[in-house]
């Protein structure tokens, strides 16, 4: 009989949190690259076991992270710990970023992105691969609006809050919050060791799930940092627009903040506007103050459909607003990222309306459809296709397979019923 003792399980691999221990740096363009080639970069597939993969994907993911977060800092970001008055950093908390002198600003812009992406982070696929660091993250995005003017009357920047959707996880044993992938992938007991389960002990108090984080953003952090004069913009990324959508369409908030949202940019969102329940919000805002920039295999910039929808593509439409193509074809962590100048340029657009005044939309003529290509079938014909199909196939006598008997040999034959399969004499 034999025992197998826990000493006896494989031990879970460790990776350093150090891009340089892990044997990449970072070049002059600003890409990860490996130090032992430099033309290549990050490799994830290190081993045939899954676990190696995705430890070491783990630690680099962390190490990146952390360069991210160096760069926002001396953007003048700073982190703020949630629940709003966490002190000991022990307790379970989330943090986000926000300006250094937030309170001061007249403009305030705020940026929710996907609930499967790390604070600060847009596109691993970007960080560690063609494109680079800055590209890849928001460290691009809050450089621009550093540029931007606050409103026609004030140059100075606006504010910015860089919410967090994706860290929501409260891991003890790294005192710190995580999201799903790293949660996942956290040091375990052993190699063999099935995950780790959650339970209350992760949670995070008003910001368990991301609407509960959208909602602690609206309902704490902007009226703690923010005076009530303070006009704001949203950009909301994938998922992270769908959340925001489902919490300013509740009645009561909207009547709350109709009057302080400037804008709204739903990049890579695909909420339907059927399912909004304000009509305030359904139809006046989202015709007026609000854009949607889609996946799409078109230009960057492309106007594919007014608010009423657009029939004539199969790109989704039905979100109440005007809808752009981003530039990206496939990827929603992406969209921001290749439509970054057209969003940005429109909420600048947005801040410079003259004072007094209130921005609306301009009217679009949306003349988009779908190209056809000539190797799209015509399926319209295709009940009197398949007529014409039957007559031929009882017209054409020698396309017909002839089936005749063929005497067999030996005792039985009578009962054996064999055929031999010919094709028609081509005398």
């Known amino acids: 009989m034999f025992r197998r003792l826990w000493s006896g399980l494989p031990a879970d691999p460790e990776f350093p949190v150090d891009l340089e221990k892990l044997g990449y740096f970072i070049n002059e363009d600003d890409e990860v690259r490996s130090i032992q080639n430099p033309d290549n970069y990050f490799k994830y597939f290190l081993s045939r076991n899954p676990r190696w993969n995705d430890r070491q994907r783990f630690a680099i993911n962390?190490?990146?992270?952390?360069?991210?977060?160096?760069?926002?800092?001396?953007?003048?970001?700073?982190?703020?710990?949630?629940?709003?008055?966490?002190?000991?950093?022990?307790?379970?908390?989330?943090?986000?970023?926000?300006?250094?002198?937030?309170?001061?600003?007249?403009?305030?812009?705020?940026?929710?992105?996907?609930?499967?992406?790390?604070?600060g982070m847009l596109a691993h696929r970007v960080i560690g691969g063609a494109g680079g660091?800055?590209?890849?993250?928001?460290?691009?995005?809050?450089?621009?609006l550093q540029k931007q003017h606050t409103s026609s009357t004030d140059p100075s920047p606006p504010g910015i809050i860089l919410a967090n959707m994706g860290e929501l996880i409260w891991s003890p044993e790294g005192q710190r919050a995580v999201g799903r992938f790293a949660f996942d992938n956290m040091p375990a007991k052993s190699a063999?060791?099935?995950?780790?389960?959650?339970?209350?002990?992760?949670?995070?108090?008003?910001?368990?799930?991301?609407?509960?984080?959208?909602?602690?953003?609206?309902?704490?952090?902007?009226?703690?940092?923010?005076?009530?004069?303070?006009?704001?913009?949203?950009?909301?990324?994938?998922?992270?627009?769908?959340?925001?959508?489902?919490?300013?369409?509740?009645p009561v908030v909207w009547e709350t903040w109709k009057k302080r949202i400037n804008c709204l940019a739903l990049v890579g969102g695909l909420h339907p506007v059927w399912e909004l329940r304000s009509k305030d919000f359904a139809t006046e805002f989202l015709k007026n103050k609000a854009r949607a920039y889609a996946t799409s295999l078109e230009p960057a910039g492309m106007p594919l459909s007014g608010p009423e929808g657009n029939p004539k593509t199969t790109t989704f439409t039905g979100m109440g607003c005007l809808i752009f193509s981003s530039g990206e074809p496939h990827f929603t962590e992406l969209t921001l990222i290749a439509s970054a100048g057209l969003v940005l340029d429109w909420v600048q657009e947005v801040a410079m309306t003259p004072e007094g005044?209130?921005?609306?939309?301009?009217?679009f003529d949306i003349v988009y459809t779908d190209p056809v290509t000539v190797t799209d079938p015509d399926w319209s014909h295709w009940?009197?296709?398949?007529?014409?199909?039957?007559?031929?196939?009882?017209?054409?006598?020698?396309?017909?397979?002839?089936m005749e008997p063929v005497e067999a040999h030996g005792k039985g034959s009578e009962?054996?019923?064999?055929?031999?399969?010919?094709?028609?004499?081509?005398?």
């Open 192 to 250: 063999v060791h099935n995950g780790n389960l959650i339970t209350e002990k992760n949670s995070i108090e008003g910001n368990e799930k991301p609407k509960f984080h959208v909602h602690y953003i609206f309902d704490k952090v902007i009226p703690h940092f923010v005076k009530d004069n303070v006009g704001i913009d949203v950009i909301g990324v994938g998922d992270g627009a769908d959340y925001v959508e489902q919490y300013l369409d509740l």
């Open 415 to 427: 009962q054996s019923g064999l055929v031999l399969l010919t094709r028609p004499d081509s005398s």
């Open 357 to 363: 005044e209130d921005y609306a939309n301009p009217k």
């Open 133 to 144: 660091v800055n590209k890849g993250s928001l460290v691009s995005i809050v450089s621009e």
């Open 62 to 119: 962390q190490a990146l992270q952390n360069e991210v977060h160096k760069r926002l800092e001396k953007l003048d970001m700073t982190k703020c710990l949630l629940p709003i008055g966490t002190k000991d950093p022990s307790k379970p908390h989330i943090p986000i970023f926000v300006s250094r002198d937030l309170p001061l600003k007249k403009r305030v812009v705020v940026i929710f992105g996907e609930s499967l992406q790390d604070l």
């Open 383 to 402: 009940k009197e296709g398949e007529a014409e199909g039957e007559m031929d196939d009882k017209d054409d006598e020698e396309s017909q397979i002839k």
